[in-house]
């Protein structure tokens, strides 16, 4: 059974910083990309950044490019979403995702195979 926990949501003053990590079990970083979407309620969801299973070079959303990197680390089959200068409108639930490739950009993403369940983020301003 493949299962994504994501972790390390919370609580944060705007210009500070979360590190949101995504546990993957039931399949491996060699195998399948791994994506990070957001959604705001009452919003569609939407692809923040993406790391492929080949080459580990990430894809990230204009929105957050420059302040957010995305790192994997295949020993513990873990991706981390560093996010630096958050923003009120960095708030919303984070959700991981599978995929075998990175099919990801400004405004669409498909073809995820596997889900998360989510963590919140909110940035007080």
């Known amino acids: 059974e493949v299962q994504l926990v994501e972790s390390g949501g919370g609580l944060v003053q705007a210009g500070g910083s979360l590190r949101l990590s995504c546990a993957a079990s039931?399949?491996?970083?060699?195998?399948?990309?791994i994506g990070w979407l957001r959604q705001v309620p009452g919003m569609e969801r939407d692809g923040v950044s993406c790391?492929?299973?080949?080459?580990?070079?990430?894809y990230y959303a204009d929105a957050v490019k420059g302040r957010f990197t995305l790192s994997n680390d295949k020993t513990k089959n873990t991706v981390n979403l560093q996010m630096n200068s958050l923003k009120p409108e960095d708030t919303a639930v984070y959700y991981c995702?599978?995929?075998?490739?990175?099919?990801?950009?400004?405004?669409?993403?498909?073809?995820?195979?596997?889900w998360g369940k989510g963590t919140l983020v909110t940035v007080s301003s």
């Open positions: 995702a599978a995929q075998t490739v990175c099919v990801m950009g400004e405004g669409y993403y498909y073809g995820m195979d596997y």
């Open positions: 039931g399949l491996t970083l060699d195998d399948y990309a």
């Open positions: 790391i492929s299973s080949r080459d580990g070079s990430p």
